[in-house]
């Protein structure tokens, strides 16, 4: 099984990135999938969220109206476009996803992480 995070970079505040997560080795269409992210000395926070139809997304109150997330199930990808990108948006990016239904209800897993740099 693995899922890897990727795309982030330095950007200045406003400006833009797409972050991706791929997932392989199981059945990752079928998995609800999650931003989330951790800055220098602070806990890690929920991003954003959307589940395997894809028919729901969620998202955090300070990223609401900036972020996007989707995805391809066709590519086992799932997308975070982040726009008007803010300093306090700094922070090492992970996917994760859970399963929500079936016989293996409850299985998660972690991705690495992708580091986003805004300056100001």
């Known amino acids: 099984v693995q899922l890897q995070a990727s795309g982030g970079g330095l950007v200045q505040a406003g400006g833009s990135l797409r972050l991706s997560c791929a997932g392989s080795?199981?059945?990752?269409?079928?998995?609800?999938v999650a931003w989330f992210r951790q800055a220098p000395g602070k806990e890690r926070e929920f991003v954003a969220a959307?589940?395997?139809?894809?028919?729901?997304?969620a998202y955090a109150d300070s990223v609401k109206g900036r972020f996007t997330i989707s995805r391809e199930n066709g590519q086992n990808t799932v997308y975070l476009q982040m726009s008007d990108l803010r300093p306090e948006d700094t922070g090492v990016y992970l996917c994760h996803e859970v399963q929500l239904g079936g016989k293996d209800y409850g299985t998660e897993y972690w991705g690495g992480g992708t580091l986003v740099t805004v300056s100001s």
């Open positions: 959307i589940n395997s139809n894809p028919d729901r997304t």
């Open positions: 080795g199981h059945a990752f269409r079928s998995y609800t």
